[in-house]
């Protein structure tokens, strides 16, 4: 209508309305009236964070928990396995908060779950570092620093007609999912259930005039006999009923649902593989979908199985619970002592199972020069084996220098065991020299599985660690034995070379009716008292007060003549008391 010869914007409106134009113009019309502050558009932050400059083929990777502070062993299996799958391609590996959900964060949950990282030598090319600071290109790595970005996201969807307020209360759906329960229909928020999907501007200006608090839903394009399919990497090809549920992606407060965020920053910060644990399945159509809507490219998805144990009440196989198991807290394997490499060893066995066969064919390769494959992972969730742990725990402190086992010992006693560190650091030769027993044979003895060991194998080398018994064989009378003490005291040479003390020994047993050697003895057992292996365990008992320790020669030169004659001294009052 013309006034005065002026044309009106109304008119403008008017001509167009009943056009697509109107429609393109309500939507901006929403997503201003929403989103009245955000200036910034996708474009501004697609430029902001280019493509990644890698080699074809290069995974880039994440960990993305909630700062909880809390490492579940699963969480760590989950990050060793994302870090390995960047690391075997050349790609990038990183640590990304997501904390959209206040109530699960603790204080210092971000530094603790770095540090858990750290403890196993896992450290992310990039991420967060601490509560606050981070390193890499694709910053903020924390979601709460990120609203911005989602909420431009959430208006440009807007725009496109493809998000909407909704003003629902708690009750209203609270009331809703009754009924759709006693319909036994599909809860939640969707086609005729979802009140707000068709708001004007004009109600939502209303609303919000009159103080209605409201979430942004995605108004989702999936259709109720839809199918989504995808290829996992470790599960095979999925196909699942696609999403039809309006999902939330921004809550009242503005801050975004996982759902969204993780689309979000998994395409802005490039991720190519998203490794995660399997209970995210179900949730995969509604990311895909997600993906979708925005434009994004979706990445491959590795769904990894939990780790499992076998109840010990039930005999069934059941998740390793952070409630029932102190082994599924990674710091349990940290106070323990279990060196890095050999949980990281052990990890990998379960990781891939053609590690192990690798494993015996490069005994002494590091653990990078093996080629990790998602595809190899097991599809059903491997059972965790502490016993198994132990035993390759063992294999590697055995294959360890002096030094190296001594400053592992020093760095966990530091912090678990002060009476073992003031042990141990008080006269570290001796220190030294107690480990070093043994150490680099051909065969290694398997003694120690984690520094919490240590302190037993080694206690008989320490008067305050010592209880002073004698644990003497029972196949000798008291006094064979006494007398096997006080004839070998009168030989004892501690000069003596490892070569000239067997035979010395050797020479002992025959003297006082003993066979040589145990084949002998086998041969005419009536002949002899017992044989020389007989002989040196009564020594090894008398100077260490155990039936089984490693070299006694070894042990005998380490505890000096003094100290081994005391002992002989007290395990003969002991035998004659
Ligand atoms: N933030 C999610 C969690 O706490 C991670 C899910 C994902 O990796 O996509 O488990």
Known sequence: MRKNGIIMFSDIYAALSGGMGCIMDKNAEMAQLLFADIKKTPEDFEKKYPARDLPEGAKVTRFAPSPTGFLHLGSLFAAFVSQRAAKATGGVF???????????????????????????????????????????????????????????????????????????????IATVREQQEAEKKLPGIYGEYAKYRDITVEEAQKLMDEGHEYVLRLKSPGKPDGKVSFKDAVKGSIEMPENILDVVLLKKDGTPTYHFAHAVDDHLMHTTD???????????????????????????????????????????????????????????????????EAVLEYLMTIANSNFEDWRRANKTAPIDDFKFSLSKMSKAGALFDLVKLNDISKNYISTLDTETVYSGTIEWAREYNEKLYKLLTENEAYARAILGIERGNAKPRKDIGKWEDVENYLAYFYDELWDRKFDFADNLSKEDMAEIIEEYKKIYNPSASAEEWFPSVRDLSERLGYAKSPKDYKKDPDAFKGHVGDVSGVIRAAATGRRNTPDLYEILQTLGYDEVMKRFDEALNVLKG
């Open 94 to 172: 990183y640590l990304r908060i997501e904390d959209t959900d206040k109530k699960r964060e603790v204080k210092d949950g971000v530094t603790g779950i770095v540090e858990g990282l750290e403890d196993f030598g896992i450290c992310p090319d990039e991420g967060m570092i601490n509560e606050t600071e981070s390193k890499g290109a694709y910053a903020p790595y924390i979601q709460s620093h990120r609203t911005h970005i989602y909420q431009a996201y959430v208006k440009s969807l807007v725009e496109q007609g493809m998000a909407y307020p909704c003003f629902m209360t708690e009750e209203e």
């Open 274 to 340: 998203v490794t995660r644990g399997d209970e995210w399945i179900s949730s995969t159509p509604i990311h895909l979908q997600l993906f979708k809507v925005l434009g994004f490219k979706a990445p491959k998805y590795a769904h990894i199985s939990p780790i499992m144990k076998e109840d010990a009440e039930t005999g069934g196989k059941r998740k390793l619970s952070k409630r029932k198991d102190p082994e599924a807290a990674v710091s349990y394997y940290k106070e323990a002592g279990f060196p890095k």
